[in-house]
């Protein structure tokens, strides 16, 4: 360190040494796709899109790898003013997700889809394949 001798704390430059190796180690693993990868979890409003756009950018800059996205609380289509209205706003950001998402799945589940028992899971466990596997063959 190049101020080594103004420093009185003890062992602080030794520390400084660990931490930065600590640092690239996280990074290494947070950026090799076979160790570590990030499940991005949005609800489709505005602010949530914004948020996860901004995260997949910065994965996308970092390096780390984003193998799927999941948007969560989707209200159901119905046809009643009220849910018209929520369902343009909502594809609005379900539109804005999905096309920050570049390489990665995108998996979408519905309002009042809440997976209860092993059959949801399995369920939602096979969107998520066929997401993946459409957007490879992409």
Known sequence: LKYDNMLKVPDLKARLVEISRGANELQDLLTDSKRAGLIAVAIPTVLSAEETTDLLEACDKLGVAVPAVII????????????????????????????????????????????????????????????????AAA
């Open 72 to 135: 969560n609380q989707i209200t159901p289509a119905c046809d009643t003013p009220l849910f018209r209205a929520i369902n343009a706003r909502e594809a609005d950001s379900i539109s804005r997700i999905e096309r920050s998402a570049n390489r990665s799945a995108v998996s979408k589940i519905t309002r009042g889809c809440v997976p209860r028992d092993l059959a949801d899971i399995t369920a939602l466990g096979v969107s998520l394949i066929k997401a993946s596997q459409s957007k």
